[in-house]
């Protein structure tokens, strides 16, 4: 970084934007995420009964609030691949992320409908501002879970959700990732044949060989 301008990269790329490129550990909207990894964190350490849960409460930059990030009750793939309280629904769930997030069971799925309806989003001004200006590590995502017997919570900064810059996926991560994202289009043989080609892109001498 420091050998380069911050102002030009690459025929006028700014640096601080190629800061930005990250891995989405889960099938949902990016700023968000370090609300859902809060709320993983949360079910993982109090091993959260779904069927205990009387209401989740997530606080995020505006952006994730929106249509169509904003959506409690997707019925649809494309409704429900773009919903953070969906996102919300499978990790409490804990359903392994990818495709299967949004198969027709588990959309048409009563109980996990009503578990989405229970998932309120929230705006949090200070992340709002944090996420226009870049701040990474200043826009916080916010978990709250409600029982009967308790109330827990757990706060992540986008800084350090895993798959940015500074929390980066591990390779193992990355490659459970690949292999599930292409699961439904390729063979598992030729999914790791691809994968260790694009590990070693760089010494192609004719892209074609991707191809």
Known sequence: KDDYDHATLLGGLNFDDVLQMELKPWPCVRPGQCAIQALAELIQEHQIDPGAIQGVRLTVPRVATIPHQNESSPTTFWKAVYSLQWAATMIIRQVPPGPQWFTAHQIDHAGNQALAAKIELVEDPDSTQAYAAQRRHEIIG?????????????????????????????????????????????????????????RHVEEFGDVNQLF
Not at 153 to 159: A, H, M, P, T, V
Not at 165 to 184: G, I, N, Y
Request: glycine share 8%; hydrophobic share 40%.
């Open 142 to 198: 916010t978990a709250e879970v409600r029982t009967a017997s308790a109330t827990v919570s757990r706060k992540c900064s986008l800084g350090d959700t895993t798959g940015g810059p500074d929390a980066l996926m591990s390779a193992e991560l990355v490659e459970a990732k690949f292999l599930e994202a292409t699961r439904l289009n390729l063979p598992r043989d030729k999914a790791g044949r691809l994968l260790d080609m694009l």
